[in-house]
């Protein structure tokens, strides 16, 4: 039988994106000003989305004479770019504009034509420890008794936000700084009921302030996008939050730079069969990120995310020759010259017929806002998407936009880092979003 339109749009069944839909942001810094400046301006169509998925890619759908290609937004009612509100929430009370400006990642002769938007979004006051990121010295803070007073303060904000804007859906994306490393403690963080007493008792040591953003987010049927590598939403209380809620959460850490390219080279070394005996990993960047990430306690975070892309790819228990014995380091430095344009090298040490040695140098200049701007898109859209579809909780198949793909690992599930393996599950979890079936297998 063919799979003709009737049959799937009865399979598609997703809500029309009607209505504004409002993107509030945690952070108004590089990553989070480049998007907004990006997205307004390729709406008056004076850039374009260059590294959207969402606005560029096109995939195969339907089989034999049924088979066609056709762009995300053709299989699946996607947001339009016109219908974007943004909101922030920062430390610093500057606004869009001001901060685009400040960051300068993007030339002024980009931001001007979209200078009069900007300057309308205005950070709220953030919800803030600075415990959580001592680097960082901003005043626009919110007073809060304890963190439950934080969670309903920004529920409160998200409310207010949407009705003054007239959104008929919210996604909140953390786009600010990494958090100093808050490990998943059980008996806080296993169950909802045992996460909401911590906060209402005020336990600063558990309930880092991005919780609070989560479960304000997802309380207020909003999906929750988690763009660094902090725990939030990582711990199953959460996962308990956004089934309660049936709202979709994504997580975590963006893939923006060094990471993507391990998620290519590794798969690489392991469908060839050639062995790795070590890869070493440095960067150094001069924003705000950078300068957060300086601190131990907050590279630690990172570096948890940053480490466990390759080992999940070798398998080395099934190829303990090649594999077993890798040694992995990353490094990050603050480098102030530099500002958003980091530079990350890799040096991989691998081997091949008999043993015999070989070297891979890699010097990547890249953007990091540049590159993370279009992520930030694609999550807001797609995670928009699995919304009105109806799906809640991890959504697995955004893992190809995130360095630490989120699993649940109480159940020893193992995240998925290959990036081709990763494509495919964004494309059937599309496929099947848009009625058609999810017909790519993962081999």
């Given at each position: 039988?063919?799979?003709?339109?009737?049959?799937?749009?009865?399979k598609?069944?997703v809500?029309?994106?009607t209505?504004?839909?409002?993107v509030?942001?945690?952070?108004?810094?590089?990553?989070?000003?480049?998007?907004?400046?990006?997205?307004?301006?390729a709406?008056?169509g004076?850039?374009?989305?260059?590294g959207?998925?969402?606005?560029?890619?096109?995939?195969?759908?339907?089989?034999?004479e049924?088979?066609?290609?056709?762009?995300?937004g053709?299989?699946?009612?996607?947001?339009?770019?016109?219908?974007?509100?943004?909101?922030?929430?920062?430390?610093?009370?500057?606004n869009?504009?001001?901060?685009?400006?400040?960051?300068?990642?993007?030339?002024?002769?980009?931001?001007?034509?979209?200078?009069?938007?900007?300057?309308?979004i205005?950070?709220?006051?953030?919800?803030f420890?600075?415990?959580?990121?001592?680097?960082?010295?901003g005043n626009?803070?919110k007073?809060?008794?304890?963190?439950w007073?934080?969670?309903e303060?920004?529920?409160?904000?998200?409310r207010?936000?949407k009705a003054?804007n007239?959104?008929e859906?919210?996604?909140?994306?953390?786009?600010?700084?990494?958090?100093?490393?808050?490990?998943?403690?059980?008996?806080?963080?296993?169950?909802?009921?045992?996460?909401?007493?911590?906060?209402?008792?005020d336990?600063?040591e558990h309930?880092?302030?991005?919780?609070?953003?989560a479960?304000?987010?997802?309380?207020?049927?909003?999906?929750f996008?988690?763009?660094?590598p902090?725990?939030?939403?990582?711990?199953?209380?959460?996962?308990e939050?956004?089934?309660?809620?049936?709202?979709?959460?994504a997580?975590?850490d963006?893939k923006?730079?060094?990471?993507?390219m391990?998620?290519?080279?590794?798969?690489?070394?392991?469908?060839r069969m050639?062995?790795?005996?070590?890869?070493?990993?440095?960067?150094?960047?001069g924003?705000?990120?950078g300068?957060v990430l300086?601190?131990?306690?907050?590279?630690?975070?990172?570096?948890?995310?940053?480490l466990?892309?390759?080992?999940?790819i070798?398998?080395?228990?099934?190829?303990p020759?090649?594999?077993?014995d890798?040694?992995?380091?990353?490094?990050?430095?603050?480098?102030?010259p530099?500002?958003?344009?980091?530079e990350?090298?890799d040096?991989?040490?691998?081997?091949?017929w008999?043993?015999?040695?070989?070297?891979?140098?890699i010097?990547?200049?890249?953007?990091?806002?540049i590159?993370?701007?279009?992520?930030c898109l694609?999550?807001?859209?797609?995670?928009?998407?699995?919304?009105r579809?109806?799906?809640?909780?991890?959504?697995r198949?955004?893992?190809?936009?995130?360095?630490?793909?989120?699993?649940?690992?109480?159940?020893?599930?193992?995240?998925v880092?290959?990036?081709?393996?990763?494509?495919?599950?964004?494309?059937?979890?599309i496929?099947?979003?848009g009625?058609?079936?999810?017909?790519?297998?993962?081999?």
């Amino acid at each position: 039988m063919q799979f003709n339109k009737e049959i799937r749009m009865e399979k598609m069944n997703v809500k029309p994106a009607t209505g504004k839909l409002g993107v509030l942001c945690v952070g108004l810094g590089a990553v989070t000003s480049t998007f907004m400046t990006g997205v307004l301006m390729a709406r008056k169509g004076l850039a374009k989305p260059v590294g959207s998925m969402t606005q560029y890619d096109k995939m195969r759908v339907g089989r034999g004479e049924n088979k066609k290609y056709l762009h995300y937004g053709e299989i699946v009612p996607l947001a339009s770019l016109n219908d974007i509100v943004f909101g922030a929430w920062d430390v610093y009370p500057a606004n869009a504009y001001e901060s685009a400006v400040n960051a300068e990642v993007l030339q002024e002769k980009d931001i001007n034509p979209v200078k009069d938007e900007l300057e309308k979004i205005v950070p709220m006051k953030a919800a803030f420890d600075h415990n959580y990121a001592s680097r960082l010295d901003g005043n626009n803070v919110k007073d809060c008794k304890n963190r439950w007073d934080m969670v309903e303060q920004l529920r409160e904000d998200i409310r207010n936000f949407k009705a003054a804007n007239n959104c008929e859906r919210i996604v909140v994306l953390w786009a600010a700084s990494t958090e100093i490393y808050v490990p998943v403690d059980e008996k806080i963080h296993g169950t909802l009921a045992a996460l909401e007493e911590a906060m209402k008792a005020d336990d600063k040591e558990h309930i880092a302030p991005s919780m609070c953003y989560a479960y304000a987010a997802l309380s207020e049927g909003a999906p929750f996008i988690m763009g660094a590598p902090n725990t939030t939403v990582d711990i199953p209380a959460m996962w308990e939050l956004a089934e309660k809620t049936k709202m979709p959460i994504a997580g975590k850490d963006f893939k923006s730079g060094q990471t993507l390219m391990k998620t290519v080279l590794a798969p690489m070394f392991k469908t060839r069969m050639l062995g790795v005996s070590g890869w070493f990993s440095t960067n150094i960047l001069g924003n705000r990120d950078g300068e957060v990430l300086d601190q131990p306690e907050n590279f630690k975070t990172k570096e948890v995310s940053k480490l466990s892309v390759i080992d999940t790819i070798f398998e080395p228990e099934k190829f303990p020759d090649l594999y077993g014995d890798v040694y992995h380091k990353v490094r990050i430095n603050y480098y102030p010259p530099r500002k958003d344009n980091k530079e990350a090298w890799d040096n991989i040490d691998i081997f091949g017929w008999m043993g015999y040695p070989m070297q891979i140098k890699i010097n990547f200049l890249c953007r990091d806002s540049i590159l993370a701007a279009p992520l930030c898109l694609d999550l807001v859209l797609l995670c928009d998407l699995a919304a009105r579809k109806g799906r809640y909780g991890i959504q697995r198949f955004l893992s190809f936009f995130l360095k630490s793909p989120m699993h649940d690992y109480t159940q020893d599930e193992v995240p998925v880092n290959n990036l081709f393996e990763q494509y495919t599950m964004l494309k059937n979890a599309i496929r099947e979003m848009g009625g058609y079936p999810a017909d790519e297998p993962i081999d």
